[in-house]
């Protein structure tokens, strides 16, 4: 095939589209509004190619409802929780993603929030802009020291890695909990302490960040019975997938001084936040933005790029998602 039929549903930097117009029959989303169902369905049937985000709810039914051209849905990120993989599979759909280029942005992302929900960045930036700062004290703006601390992470891929090494740097005991364990060099060389058992891990950390991909096993591990494991004084950083965190069991722990506070970057039902969360002045929020950075968009297009170009030379993409492993 020499210029498949690709449809882009976001408007992604224009490196990437560019190159994407020069290779292929290309129909990109110039106003970048998200294609609703009717557009998506409607994409489906014509193009070979379907480029997504994560903005996109490729279920099942689209995917049934195919046109019999599409072979490839190559997704712009990592994240593939957004497609009925098992359909597509039923489909022989071919399945990729765009995994490692979006690694350190998310892990300096989640440091970020690391450092600052304890420290309490948002509420003192959020003093000064209000006017209402009297002038220093020494009781003001008391946060929590982060060095000592130990930082329990849950899914210990790479992006939980990088994180485990930034966290290091800043005298954070690493504690990990993955379905694997990791080799013994790599784990000595994190300074890491694997828990088979999550419940386990939650009883002696002091801060606690998800790194696991939202799947079958992971959707809603961290609950209300979960929840009540973590000792008064803990941080929840969230910079994964909202579907990870029983929303409301959080805010209710919050709310009643169960946990510390929370920095979270992605939710239950994007863009929609929970009031009751907007109303915590101990949870830091931002908008799903731990990739956000143009170098990540662009190299993420590439390996789009890579992956559309190596299907339609007729060999594997080299980012193939298998059932299972996302
Ligand atoms: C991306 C993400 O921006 O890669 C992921 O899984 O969650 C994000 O950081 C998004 O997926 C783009 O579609």
């Known amino acids: ?73 190559a997704n712009f990120g990592a994240g593939v929780n957004h497609i009925d993989l098992a359909a597509a599979r039923a489909r ?25 929900v304890p420290r309490r960045l948002a509420e003192g930036e959020k003093l000064v802009r209000s006017g209402g700062w009297t002038g220093w004290s020494p009781g003001g703006m008391l946060g929590h020291r982060i060095g000592g601390k130990a930082l329990g992470i849950v899914g210990m891929g790479r992006i939980g890695q990088a994180v485990a090494r930034r966290a290091a740097a800043f005298g954070l005991a690493i504690h990990y909990h993955n379905r694997h364990r990791l080799p013994a060099p790599l784990e000595a060389e994190l300074g890491a302490r694997w828990h088979p058992d999550l419940d386990a891990m939650l009883g002696v950390i002091d801060i606690l960040t998800l790194h696991t991909p939202r799947n079958a096993d992971s959707e809603g591990m961290i609950d209300a019975r979960r929840i009540a494991l973590l000792r008064p004084h803990v941080y929840l950083i969230n910079a994964s997938r909202g579907g990870i965190v029983d929303e409301d069991a959080l805010t209710a722990a919050l709310e009643a001084g169960r946990l510390a506070g929370a920095g979270l970057d ?38 789009v790029i890579a992956n559309i170009r190596a299907w339609a030379d007729g060999l594997r993409p080299p980012d193939q998602v298998l059932e299972g492993w996302a």
């Open 266 to 303: 992605v939710w239950r039902h994007e863009p929609a936040i929970d009031p009751r969360l907007l109303a915590l002045p101990n949870v830091m929020m931002t908008p799903h933005m731990g990739s956000a950075t143009m170098e990540g968009r662009i190299a993420s297009g590439e390996r």
């Open 92 to 116: 022989r759909i071919v399945v990729t993603n765009t995994p490692g280029v979006l690694t350190e942005d998310t892990a300096d992302l989640t440091l970020a929030l690391i450092l600052a």
């Open 1 to 73: 095939m020499t210029r498949p039929r690709v449809i882009v549903t976001r408007e992604l930097p224009d490196p990437v589209m560019d190159r994407m117009e020069a290779l292929f029959d290309t129909k990109l989303n110039r106003d970048d509004a998200p294609m609703d169902r009717a557009a998506l369905a409607a994409a489906m049937a014509e193009a070979d190619v379907l480029v997504p985000a994560v903005t996109d709810d490729i279920d099942g039914a689209l995917i049934a409802g195919a046109g019999d051209r599409l072979k490839l849905i």
